[in-house]
């Protein structure tokens, strides 16, 4: 009784807040520039004036340093609203489209109309950046939103539901639970859900949007490699890829899962690797639940989880070239570094998610391709290297949601860029544009002229005269 009790509140809630959000979305289906913009600015104010907030619950979450908080979570939010208040006028305005000879006499344009009620269902890894970025594009696109905050980082979680609170009058609705809830959710029709999570989640969330024909934007996942060439520079490149691997622990979608060098710099570049994650994480010796650049694993079960792969790959054979402090009370996970990864080891048939970097070598090119190619298409994909012709063949024989040449995570925050996967990595893009774009219908507009048209020539009756007026139309036009 007390289960079905729990799932009928559930149920409930579910209907209130749809219904209320239907209800709101009706008396606004497409609310003004002006109002768009003043709901941004309201959102901007809001996270400038609370970034202490933002950095206590994050850091309670996460332990996430606070420079860190600043970097991954404050940034890429405030500039996606930025963006968006410079380029919205733009954004919005109709987009003439030319006639070919065929349509002569006929004007057409693209119009941006809001998709309606919108489903925001965000992950645990960055709980406020990949909350409210995706909010941001929604309010530009003019909808109103459902957010479900990731229950893996409760006090983030709660900070996001006070801020829409203070912030939004009805247009957005926060609602905190776990799987039983998002499930309740998925069935409710909503004209778009915006997912970010496992590729496994990712296929449910498609699933249950089918049933309703609701669009999908999917941000996942997967295996995204780093692939070092002979070219490369050693210490920029180390420097770069220890950056965009071990920041939040690892513990970040478009993170270098494993890395591909090439065997004539394998022990210099292991070598640059170490220097440069102490420089960049440590205290000048080492790393240590001291060092105040460097975060924690999100739960117990993640922690136990990244274990027992470490453990799986050197009893397969990988070499731990670098590995230190594993304190499972305070989900302290010391950078580990494995080489001569074991292909059939779990750090190479899953997703890590978490501070483990495994490392495999190549001679040639037609290994890498082979390679990357055997996984599904990633997320991600680096290439590091001054060999423009090896980049190029990278870029020709491999698919990839984004690539980045010669840096790390860049091209997330570029606020022209669209970002997101492709297959098993995501379907969709999001960030500025691109963002606007999938959360707005694209509505195709055609004025006739009065009097005669063209079409005329397509309208029956179907006599002799118009068959031998359609075969040069069918062969020339």
Request: charged residues 25%; aromatic residues 8%.
């Amino acid at each position: 009784m007390e289960v079905e009790s729990k799932e009928g509140a559930i149920t409930q809630t579910v209907n209130v807040a749809f219904n209320a959000l239907k209800q709101r979305q009706s008396l606004q289906r497409n609310p003004s520039i002006a109002s768009r913009k003043e709901k941004l600015k309201k959102l901007l104010h809001w996270i400038m004036n609370n970034r202490t907030r933002l950095k206590e619950a994050v850091h309670k979450d996460f332990q996430k340093p606070s420079a860190e908080v600043d970097v991954s979570e404050v940034y890429p939010v405030i500039g996606e609203i930025k963006h968006a208040l410079s380029n919205l006028d733009q954004w919005t305005r109709p987009t003439k489209v030319d006639a070919t000879i065929n349509y002569l006499g006929t004007r057409s344009e693209i119009r941006y109309e809001p998709k309606g009620v919108c489903l925001i269902l965000s992950p645990w890894n960055f709980p406020f950046n990949l909350s409210v970025g995706p909010l941001v594009s929604c309010l530009a696109a003019g909808n109103v939103a459902l957010l479900k905050p990731s229950e893996e980082t409760p006090n983030t979680s709660q900070l996001i539901a006070d801020m829409v609170e203070e912030v939004f009058d009805g247009d957005v609705i926060v609602l905190q639970g776990d799987k039983e809830l998002a499930t309740e959710l998925l069935k409710k029709p909503f004209d778009h859900i915006f997912f970010t999570g496992s590729p496994g989640v990712g296929k449910i969330v498609m699933k249950a949007a089918a049933a309703n024909l609701a669009s999908v934007t999917l941000e996942l996942g997967g295996k995204s490699p780093a692939i070092i060439h002979s070219s490369a520079r050693i210490k920029e490149a180390a420097k770069r890829i220890t950056f965009g691997k071990f920041l939040n622990n690892g513990q970040t979608c478009i993170a270098p899962d494993y890395l591909l060098i090439h065997e004539d710099v394998k022990a210099e570049f292991i070598e640059e690797l170490k220097t440069q994650i102490i420089k960049l994480f440590g205290d000048g010796v080492g790393i240590s639940e001291q060092s105040t650049s460097y975060g924690r694993i999100v739960n117990d079960r993640h922690f136990s989880r990244l274990g027992e792969m470490m453990e799986d790959a050197v009893d397969k054979g990988g070499k731990v070239e670098l590995s230190g402090d594993l304190n499972p009370t305070t989900r302290f996970f010391h950078p580990t570094i494995i080489s001569s990864a074991p292909l059939h080891a779990r750090i190479m048939e899953e997703e890590i998610f978490g501070p483990i970097l495994p490392i495999i070598t190549f001679q040639n090119l037609e290994e890498v391709i082979e390679m990357v190619n055997s996984k599904p298409k990633p997320l991600a994909l680096y290439v590091f290297g001054t060999n423009k012709k090896f980049r190029e063949a990278v870029l020709r024989q491999t698919s990839a949601g984004s690539v980045c040449i010669n840096d790390c995570v860049l091209q997330f925050t570029h606020p022209n860029l669209p970002f997101g996967g492709v297959n098993n990595s995501g379907i969709g893009k999001a960030h500025g544009f691109y963002g606007f774009l999938s959360f707005s219908n694209k509505k195709p507009v055609l004025k006739q002229k009065r009097g005669l048209a063209l079409s005329y020539l397509f309208y029956p009756p179907f006599s002799k005269r118009m068959k031998m007026l359609l075969e040069p139309i069918l062969r020339w036009f």
